[in-house]
């Protein structure tokens, strides 16, 4: 089993910048590959970025590339997303998971562990 939790979300100003982490127990999750996800109230959860195992492939949703960055520190056993240019619309609880399916990697069913999210508020 490998636990998650999400840290580091907060209320900021459009136009700033956030890094949430997620912190994983359990198990190393060198072996697995990581992802970032978001609900804002009323609509479905939604890719926000994903790393692959190794570190070597990252994948982005179209309305966050450019501004978002993922990121993994195997040492740390943490994965984190860095967030510039923060807009309104990207106000929602942010959600790390992880997984070893064969399910692509944008999709919810590509993983197996979720954290518990963190919430994200941008004033604008």
């Known amino acids: 089993q490998v636990q998650l939790v999400e840290s580091g979300g907060g209320l900021v100003q459009a136009g700033g910048s956030l890094r949430v982490s997620c912190a994983a127990s359990?198990?190393?999750?060198?072996?697995?590959?990581v992802g970032w996800f978001r609900q804002a109230p009323g609509k479905e959860r939604e890719f926000v970025a994903a790393?692959?195992?190794?570190?070597?492939?990252?994948y982005y949703a179209d309305s966050v590339n450019g501004r978002f960055t993922i990121a993994r520190d195997n040492a740390k056993n943490t994965v984190y997303l860095q967030m510039n240019s923060l807009k309104p619309e990207d106000t929602a609880v942010y959600y790390c998971?992880?997984?070893?399916?064969?399910?692509?990697?944008?999709?919810?069913?590509?993983?197996?562990?979720w954290g518990q999210g963190t919430q994200v508020t941008v004033s604008s």
């Open positions: 998971a992880a997984g070893r399916t064969l399910l692509p990697v944008t999709t919810i069913s590509g993983y197996n562990y």
């Open positions: 359990g198990r190393t999750i060198s072996t697995y590959n």
């Open positions: 790393i692959t195992w190794s570190g070597g492939i990252t």
